[in-house]
C-alpha cells in the first residue's frame, strides 16, 4: 500500500513540475533568451537594402533548466536534432553554449561556443555572433558567424487559415 502512495505521489509530482515548466517555456509573457526560437535571413530586391526578415526551417530551444536544443524542419520529410547540450547567461550581451553534439558544426562538439547576442523588437528578435576559430579538420578559419532569430509565441487562438 506504501508503495502505492509513494508512486501516486511520485506521479503527481512529476505532472505537476512538466505542467509548470511547459507553461514557463511557452507562457506569452516569456522574456530573455529562454524560449523557442526561429532562425531567420533577409530577402531583398536589392544588394543596397537589408531587406525584409522571412522566417527559415531551424529552430532553438532555450528551456529554464539552460537545455538548448536545435533542431531543422526538413519539408516532407519530417525534423532532425541538429545540436544539443546546456548554455550558461554571463551578463545581458553574452552567453555561452556548451555543446554535446553538434552535426552541423561537429568542430564545436564537447567545446563552448561563446554567443554574443543582443535583444531588440521588445526582446523578439535575437542577434547573435559567434566566432569559429578552425575547421572540422582542424584548419585556422577565424570566421564569425551572424544569426537573427526571432521569438516563437503562442496566439490567443489558433489561425483560421493554417493548413495542417
Known amino acids: 500500500m506504501k508503495k502505492q502512495q509513494l508512486l501516486l ?12 515548466s511547459a507553461q514557463n517555456l511557452f507562457g506569452s509573457n516569456q ?8 532562425m531567420c535571413f ?3 530586391e536589392s544588394p543596397d537594402v537589408p531587406g525584409n526578415i522571412k522566417p527559415g526551417n531551424t ?3 532555450l528551456t529554464d533548466d539552460n537545455r538548448i536544443v536545435n533542431f531543422t524542419v526538413i519539408p516532407n520529410k519530417g525534423s532532425i536534432i541538429t545540436g544539443y547540450g546546456s548554455y550558461e547567461i554571463v551578463d545581458d550581451k553574452t552567453y555561452v553554449e556548451h555543446i554535446e553534439r553538434n552535426i552541423h558544426l ?12 543582443e535583444l531588440v523588437d521588445n526582446d523578439q528578435l535575437m542577434k547573435v555572433k559567434f ?9 585556422e578559419i577565424n ?7 526571432k521569438k516563437i509565441d503562442m496566439p490567443d487562438k489558433f489561425p483560421e487559415d493554417l493548413v495542417r
Open 9 to 20: 505521489f511520485v506521479t503527481a509530482l512529476l505532472f505537476g513540475v512538466t505542467h509548470v
Open 42 to 44: 533577409y530577402l531583398a
Open 59 to 61: 529552430f532553438k530551444i
Open 31 to 38: 522574456s530573455g533568451l529562454r524560449g523557442i526560437w526561429q
Open 143 to 149: 570566421s564569425w558567424y551572424n544569426e537573427t532569430w
Open 106 to 117: 561537429p568542430m564545436l562538439d564537447g567545446r563552448e561556443n561563446v554567443m554574443l547576442y
Open 131 to 139: 566566432l569559429i576559430e578552425k575547421d572540422e579538420n582542424g584548419n
